[in-house]
């Protein structure tokens, strides 16, 4: 029996690139299969039959119909303005309070800087090195704030993966019908460089430093004084520490809880107290004037309220100029972290992360821990010993 060729089978219907139908036998059943492109993605489904003249007609009738009956509709195109929208609903909120600021800054600025109605799926290489030479200029920077200077690498860095963040979380997102949001994240690759401080500047307090900002710290008063000893002792974030309340404090046991909401990276965990802590706290519990489970560091008018960021910011600059230092920039509550970290540098990197909040190890490394000369010294005169015991035993 004569065997048909298989380019006989074979038959288009329509135009490429609008309605372009075809159909052909499947190799392994016979039956005819018909594929057509929607939406950009092929889509193929058999027939059901092995009768080619019908085949044809199935052809002809789906391509002057185009799109297929069962196609699905256009979807909405993802435009920034929509994408922040979501994002800042029901992710934001999820942060600390100092991210959420950060973030609703930014994407205002986005929406300024690219357009509330561009579509996301338009962004470019472009789009992100212009926001960078415009960001690093002061040609553009958050609403309601001065434009006039330019900023850091360290804050476009951030500015940046925010934006990275929002379109990767629209990669795994939907919407109410279902369909993801957005295919594949258009500023994603190799060429996409994050800007980076080359010598990015991380100030340590050294221990005679925190001695004269010590004894003159009552004079700046007491929730001050409690505050840098906690800063000190327990090697947290300002941000946390002014967040504190009662009901997070153990003096007996000699506790403290740092709530998930207050730190940065949204971690809560438990962590010992020094003596020298437990020891401020008890004097802090006499003096404080909240009746409750209030603030452990209140504000001036308002015991049920925190003390502001930019009071405990005031506090510093009065205890660095009651103790003689001149002020150095980078040395403010931070420095006191880093300090933290530097000092407990012979500990596992898993139990110092623990005792200061780090979600990654590696961060201690790469931007808190700091060795000072002597610690390089003593390393140095360690090799020596080691290696003096190495040549008697042999």
């Given at each position: 029996?004569?065997?048909?060729?298989?380019?006989?089978?074979?038959?288009?219907?329509?135009?490429?690139?609008?309605?372009?139908?075809?159909?052909?036998?499947?190799?392994?059943?016979?039956?005819?299969?018909?594929?057509?492109?929607?939406?950009?993605?092929r889509e193929s489904r058999s027939l059901k039959h092995r009768d080619l003249e019908l085949a044809k007609t199935q052809a002809d009738k789906l391509a002057a119909n185009f799109p297929p009956p069962d196609a699905e509709p256009e979807p909405r195109a993802l435009t920034l303005g929509w994408l922040f929208d979501?994002?800042?609903?029901?992710?934001?909120?999820?942060?600390?309070?100092?991210?959420?600021?950060?973030?609703?800054?930014?994407?205002?600025?986005?929406?300024?800087?690219?357009?509330?109605?561009?579509?996301?799926?338009?962004?470019?290489?472009?789009?992100?090195?212009?926001?960078?030479?415009?960001?690093?200029?002061?040609?553009?920077?958050?609403?309601?704030?001065?434009?006039?200077?330019?900023?850091?690498?360290?804050?476009?860095?951030?500015?940046?993966?925010?934006?990275?963040?929002?379109?990767?979380?629209?990669?795994?997102?939907?919407?109410?019908?279902?369909?993801?949001?957005?295919?594949?994240?258009?500023?994603?690759?190799?060429?996409?460089?994050?800007?980076?401080?080359?010598?990015?500047?991380?100030?340590?307090?050294?221990?005679?430093?925190?001695?004269?900002?010590?004894?003159?710290?009552?004079?700046?008063?007491?929730?001050?004084?409690?505050?840098?000893?906690?800063?000190?002792?327990?090697?947290?974030?300002?941000?946390?520490?002014?967040?504190?309340?009662?009901?997070?404090?153990?003096?007996?046991?000699?506790?403290?809880?740092?709530?998930?909401?207050?730190?940065?990276?949204?971690?809560?965990?438990?962590?010992?107290?020094?003596?020298?802590?437990?020891?401020?706290?008890?004097?802090?519990?006499?003096?404080?004037?909240?009746?409750?489970?209030?603030?452990?560091?209140?504000?001036?008018?308002?015991?049920?309220?925190?003390?502001?960021?930019?009071?405990?910011?005031?506090?510093?600059?009065?205890?660095?100029?009651?103790?003689?230092?001149?002020?150095v920039k980078g040395r403010g509550w931070h420095s006191l972290r880093r300090k933290f970290a530097s000092d407990l540098m012979d500990r596992p990197l898993k139990v110092l992360s623990e005792l200061g909040g780090w979600k990654r190890t590696q961060t201690i490394i790469e931007c808190y821990q700091h060795p000072?000369?002597?610690?390089?010294?003593?390393?140095?005169?360690?090799?020596?010993?080691?290696?003096?015991?190495?040549?008697?035993?042999?």
């Amino acid at each position: 029996m004569a065997r048909t060729k298989k380019s006989q089978q074979n038959y288009t219907a329509g135009a490429k690139g609008r309605n372009r139908v075809r159909v052909f036998p499947d190799p392994k059943t016979g039956m005819f299969q018909v594929e057509y492109r929607r939406n950009g993605r092929r889509e193929s489904r058999s027939l059901k039959h092995r009768d080619l003249e019908l085949a044809k007609t199935q052809a002809d009738k789906l391509a002057a119909n185009f799109p297929p009956p069962d196609a699905e509709p256009e979807p909405r195109a993802l435009t920034l303005g929509w994408l922040f929208d979501m994002y800042s609903k029901e992710v934001t909120p999820k942060k600390a309070e100092s991210t959420q600021k950060h973030d609703r800054r930014a994407m205002e600025m986005f929406r300024q800087f690219f357009g509330a109605e561009r579509e996301v799926a338009t962004l470019n290489l472009r789009d992100w090195d212009r926001f960078i030479r415009d960001r690093r200029s002061g040609k553009i920077g958050p609403p309601h704030g001065p434009t006039a200077t330019g900023v850091g690498d360290r804050i476009i860095e951030q500015n940046l993966q925010l934006l990275r963040a929002t379109l990767n979380w629209a990669v795994g997102a939907r919407d109410d019908q279902g369909t993801i949001l957005l295919n594949r994240n258009p500023l994603h690759g190799k060429q996409f460089v994050l800007p980076r401080e080359k010598n990015p500047r991380r100030v340590v307090i050294d221990e005679a430093q925190y001695a004269a900002i010590l004894e003159v710290a009552d004079k700046v008063g007491w929730p001050f004084h409690v505050a840098l000893v906690l800063a000190h002792e327990t090697g947290h974030r300002i941000g946390a520490i002014r967040k504190l309340r009662w009901s997070d404090v153990d003096l007996q046991a000699g506790k403290i809880r740092w709530r998930a909401e207050n730190e940065k990276t949204g971690y809560e965990h438990v962590t010992p107290l020094s003596d020298e802590a437990v020891a401020v706290l008890e004097q802090a519990r006499r003096t404080s004037p909240g009746i409750g489970d209030t603030p452990i560091l209140a504000a001036p008018r308002d015991p049920t309220r925190y003390v502001s960021r930019n009071l405990v910011r005031d506090w510093w600059e009065r205890a660095e100029a009651l103790s003689g230092l001149d002020p150095v920039k980078g040395r403010g509550w931070h420095s006191l972290r880093r300090k933290f970290a530097s000092d407990l540098m012979d500990r596992p990197l898993k139990v110092l992360s623990e005792l200061g909040g780090w979600k990654r190890t590696q961060t201690i490394i790469e931007c808190y821990q700091h060795p000072d000369q002597e610690q390089l010294r003593d390393a140095l005169i360690g090799r020596r010993r080691a290696s003096s015991g190495t040549e008697q035993r042999e």
